[in-house]
C-alpha cells in the first residue's frame, strides 16, 4: 500500500485546481509566458529564490536550509502540444489546437506540490532546485537551458523527472526505473532529391529525381534492418509533384531516427550520408541529407541517481511498487541533456489515465499528484539529512 505523507494528500484538492488551471491553459514551446509567470508567483510566495527566463521561458525555484553543501535537483516540463482536444472536461483547453495531452501539466503541479510541502513542512539539511522547463516536446528545452547557464545556477548532485506513463502492463502507482538506458535518441532528417522537372511526355529533357527514388527506399530500408536490435528507423513521408502530366523538380524523404546507443546512432546516420554520396554519383543527381531540429541523445539513468530513487520507493512504499525490468522505451525526453551533465534518474510511473499519451482525449490522473510528491519529499528527507 503506497505511504503518502498527510500533509500532501490533505492539499491534494489546491493542487489539483492549479492542475486543471494548467490544462485550461496550454502554451506550446518556449511560448510558456502565462505558465512560467504563474509559477514564479508561486514560488515566490512560498520562499523561493526564483530565477526566470532561463531557456527562453524556464523557470528555477531554489531553497535552503541547514548548512550542507549538498543538493537535489527536480525538473517538469511546461509546454503543451499541437493537438486539438476533444474532450468534454470542464477545465478543457481554451485554446484552438493546443492541449495538454502528455502530462507535462500533472508533472508541474506534482513538482509544485512537493516545492511547497519543502518549504512550509520539511526539515533537511542543503539545496533544493525545483526546474521547470520549456519545449521538451519539439525543440530541446533541456539543452537551451543548459546554454543559458542553468547548471551553474542551480548546482546539483542529482537531478531527477517523473513522467506518467498510462500503459497496461505498469500497474497506477507502480515506479519504472531503468538500469541504465532508460530511452533512445530521437534524430528527424528530411532527405531532397533534386532533379529538373520537365513535361511527362518528354522525360528525356529533363531528370526525374524518381530515377533513384527507389533505390534510396530501399537501401534506408535496408540500413533499419541492419541494425533493428538496437533503433527504428522508421521512413515517414514521401512526397514529390501534384500532377499527371508534370515529373517534379524535387522529391522529399521523412526519416524518423531511434537508437539505444550513441555509438549505433553515429553508425546509422554514417551509413545514410555514404548511401545517399553513392546513389548521387550513380545517378549523377542532387541528393541533400538535412537534419530537423535539435536530436535528443540517449537518455541514460545514473546508478549512484537511480540507486537513491529505488532505496526510497522500497523503504516507504514497499518493494512491490518499483519495477525495473521494462526494456528500455524507444519514445525520447530532451531530459537526457540533463543526464549528461549531472547524475540523472528518469522515472516513469503507472497511471490510470482512459486514454494514451499524445491522444485528443487524454487527461492527467490526478491521483498521481500526492504519490510524486510524496516521493520527491521522501527523496529529500534520505538524501539532504
Known sequence: MLTLIPEIVNNKKYFKKIRHHFHQNPELGFNEYHTSDFIASKLSEWGFSV?????????????SKGSSNKSLGFRA????????EKTNLPYKSNKENVMHACGHDGHMASLLSAAYYASKNLCFNGTLHFIFQ????????ALS??????LDIAVCDYIYSIHNYPVSNLKFGNFLIHKNISMASADDFSIFIKGIGCHAATPNQGKSPFKCLGNLVNQIIGISIKYRDTSVLSITSIQSGNSYNVIPDIAEIKLSLRTLSEHIRYE?????????NQLKEYHNIDILLTPEGIGYPVLMNSESASNLAKMTIVKY??????????????ASDDFSFFAKEIPACYINIGSNSKYKLHNSKYDFDDNLIPIIASFYSYLIMEYLV
Not at 51 to 63: A, W
Not at 77 to 83: F, G, K, N, Q, R
Not at 135 to 140: F, G, H, L, P, V
Not at 145 to 150: A, E, L, P, S, T
Open 51 to 63: 530565477i526566470k527566463n532561463i531557456g527562453i521561458t524556464g523557470v528555477v525555484g531554489t531553497i
Open 77 to 84: 516540463e511546461m509546454d503543451a502540444l499541437p493537438i486539438q
Open 134 to 141: 520549456p519545449s521538451e516536446e519539439k525543440s530541446a528545452g
Open 145 to 150: 537551458m543548459i546554454k543559458d547557464g542553468i
Open 268 to 276: 546509422i546516420i554514417r551509413d545514410l550520408e555514404i548511401t545517399i
Open 317 to 330: 512504499f514497499g518493494e512491490e511498487f518499483l519495477i525495473t525490468d521494462f526494456p528500455p522505451l524507444m
